[in-house]
């Protein structure tokens, strides 16, 4: 069964930083562009970062850009979102999603995206 878990979600106060992850098990994430999204109540989920599959290049939404940092280590089938400087508008639940079909770079569309974690809590908040 192929499966996505998010961990590393929690209460930061303004400034802060965190590092989510996102654990495969079933398949192996070499082969898979790996996206963050997140989604705050009221709103509708967007495109964070992704990662691709082929040569780890990466997007960033400009609202994160110079602050969050996406990575993988393939060893231990997991990537990582390292979150820096963190504002109370970054607070929402951040899903991970895998997909395979886009041969060049990286989506942050989540229509392209076929497996899905079930999203941890990041708030932002003094």
């Known amino acids: 069964q192929l499966q996505l878990v998010e961990s590393g979600g929690d209460l930061v106060q303004p400034g802060g930083s965190l590092r989510l992850s996102c654990a495969a098990s079933?398949?192996?994430?070499?082969?898979?562009?790996i996206g963050w999204f997140r989604q705050a109540p009221g709103k509708e989920r967007e495109g964070v970062s992704c990662?691709?599959?082929?040569?780890?290049?990466?997007n960033y939404a400009d609202s994160v850009r110079g602050r969050f940092t996406i990575s993988r280590d393939n060893a231990k089938n997991t990537v990582y979102l390292q979150m820096n400087s963190l504002k109370p508008e970054d607070t929402a639940v951040y899903y991970c999603a895998a997909e395979s079909s886009v041969q060049v770079g990286c989506l942050m569309m989540p229509l392209v995206y076929d497996y899905w974690g079930q999203g941890t809590q990041v708030t932002v908040s003094s």
């Open positions: 079933g398949f192996t994430l070499d082969y898979y562009a």
């Open positions: 990662i691709s599959s082929r040569d780890d290049s990466t």
